[in-house]
C-alpha cells in the first residue's frame, strides 16, 4: 500500500525538486521498490540519512512526547520498547541496504534538537 501511495505522490508531483520521505521505506523490500519506483520516473534517491539516538534517550523522548502531543502509544515503556524490537527486526537493516549502494549517512541524534537540525541540514546540503 505505501508503495502505491509514493508512486501516486510522484506521479502527481513531476514537477517537484525533490522530496523528503520520513520513516520510509521501513523495509529493504520497500526500499528496492521505492528506488524502482523512482528509476520510473527518471529519479534515483539521493541519500538515507539515520537519526542515530541511544535507546534510553529515546524512551524518554518518546513519554515526553506522550504527554506534550497527547501519544498514548508512547506512555508506557513495554510498548516502547515493542516497537524499538519491531525496527530492530524489520527495518534496521533498511540502513545497510543503503550503506551498500552508497548513499547512507549517520547523525548523531542525542544532542539538543536545534544542533541536530543543523547537522541534518549541513548533510543534505553536500547533496544540492
Do not use: W
Amino acid at each position: 500500500m505505501a508503495i502505491e501511495i509514493i508512486h501516486n505522490e510522484l506521479s502527481r508531483c513531476k514537477n517537484s525538486n525533490g522530496f523528503v520521505f520520513d520513516g520510509f521505506p521501513r523495509t529493504k523490500y520497500q526500499a528496492e521498490q521505492f528506488s524502482k519506483i523512482l528509476s520510473s520516473h527518471g529519479g534515483d534517491i539521493s541519500l538515507m540519512i539515520s537519526i542515530e539516538v541511544q535507546e534510553n534517550i529515546l524512551i524518554e523522548r518518546l513519554k515526553k512526547r506522550a504527554i506534550e502531543a497527547g501519544r498514548p502509544d508512547d506512555r508506557q515503556e513495554d510498548i516502547i520498547r515493542k516497537r524499538l524490537g519491531i525496527y530492530q527486526d524489520r527495518t534496521h537493516c533498511v540502513k545497510d541496504f543503503y550503506k551498500s549502494i552508497g548513499k547512507y549517512e549517520s547523525i548523531d541524534g542525542n544532542g539538543e534538537i536545534d544542533v541536530i537540525f543543523d547537522k541534518i541540514c549541513s548533510v543534505i546540503g553536500k547533496y544540492n
